[in-house]
């Protein structure tokens, strides 16, 4: 693959549909979310598999 900048390695796994990105696990209100759970929460409410980035950048959209 590609090497980034810093030679860090590039995580590997599910990518957004969106973006293309690896989804990452995240972090929220005290709250862990595994990758398998943000893919989860985006395949039920936007039919996507989608990083939590992009979720949000949709979310604003339709409360826009």
Known sequence: GKESPGGAQEPTGPACDMCGH?????KCGGKE???ADIIAGS???Y???LCWTCMRA??????A
């Not at 949709?58 to 409360?63: D, G, M, R, Y």
């Open 33 to 35: 979310y595994s990758v």
């Open 58 to 63: 949709i979310n604003a959209e339709n409360k």
């Open 22 to 26: 690896v989804i990452a696990p995240k």
């Open 47 to 49: 039919k996507k598999q």
């Open 43 to 45: 395949m039920a409410k």
